[in-house]
């Protein structure tokens, strides 16, 4: 089964919670760079073709299942883009299908909220809107009839998210941020979405400068991503950040 990668075409960020989360508005889309799982029933789990994997394993003891699984990794790791939390739901998809007993949806989405936030996403088609830490989700109507450009900028490294989470001090004006995300979604304008609370980059201003109609970064970061209507204009933008990182055209999945 394909694992795609999302990206976070908007992420407004508030205060911290009692529970220490912030508080976010996100809208997410996946898109066709995928990574491929596939499971086989197996004695004890084994792993291979992603030695860094946790959270595989993790969804595997989750739901009581032992397999032999084979990853084969296309979305690079740590980039913004979910990889880790796309194989392990689509891990629990195929997990649950061996099970003797499958568990329901509902159970399903706690596991997967178990596993990390931005799990439950992967588990539920279209595009979503995150409200709460970002897993109170509720599907939304956007265009999918772009073309997205990819760059993950050379060198670049990623603390963790929580790191990133950590490190953010511009609650303010919260309530303002949502309100104009909400706005924008109600409108279906993809171009009026406020900028990422968390991280920005020159690199979107250089998309937007090669015919992008958004250009931001992606989650908690490195990659910047561009939307273009065109596809000639992507594949020229696409060229254009070549020297500047690692590049791919993608499309909207649902």
């Known amino acids: 089964m394909k694992a795609p990668a999302k990206i976070n075409l908007a992420l407004v960020v508030g205060p911290r919670g009692p529970d220490g989360m912030h508080e976010v508005a996100t809208v997410l889309q996946r898109i066709d760079l995928a990574d491929e799982i596939e499971l086989e029933p197996a004695e004890r789990t084994e792993i291979e073709g992603f030695a860094e994997d946790t959270l595989v394993g993790e969804a595997l003891r989750a739901l009581g299942v032992t397999a032999a ?3 084969e990794k296309r979305i690079p790791v740590a980039a913004g883009l979910g990889g880790g939390s796309s194989n392990a739901a689509t891990t629990l998809r195929l997990a649950n299908e061996l099970r003797d007993e499958p568990v329901g949806p509902s159970t399903l989405h706690e ?22 830490t970002g897993a109170d989700l509720s599907e939304v109507a956007l265009p999918q009839e772009y073309w997205v450009v990819l760059v993950l900028p050379a060198g670049a490294s990623k ?12 609650e303010s004006g919260f309530e303002g941020r949502r309100d104009a995300l909400l706005a924008a979604l109600d409108a279906g304008d993809l171009a009026a979405l406020p900028p990422n609370d968390l991280a920005s980059s020159p690199i ?12 931001d970064v992606s989650g908690a970061g490195p990659t910047v991503y561009g939307l273009f209507t065109e596809q000639d204009r992507a594949e020229e933008a696409r060229e254009l950040m070549a020297p500047r990182g690692a590049t791919w055209i993608t499309r909207p999945a649902w």
């Not at 603390?159 to 511009?170: C, Q």
């Not at 979107?204 to 250009?215: E, H, S, T």
């Open 69 to 71: 699984v084979t990853i």
């Open 159 to 170: 603390s963790s998210t929580k790191a990133v989470y950590d490190a953010f001090d511009s």
């Open 204 to 215: 979107a201003r250089d998309l937007l400068a090669a015919g992008a109609f958004r250009a």
């Open 111 to 132: 596991v997967a909220l178990a596993l990390g936030a931005d799990v439950p996403f992967f588990l539920r088609e279209g595009p979503q809107l995150g409200l709460g």
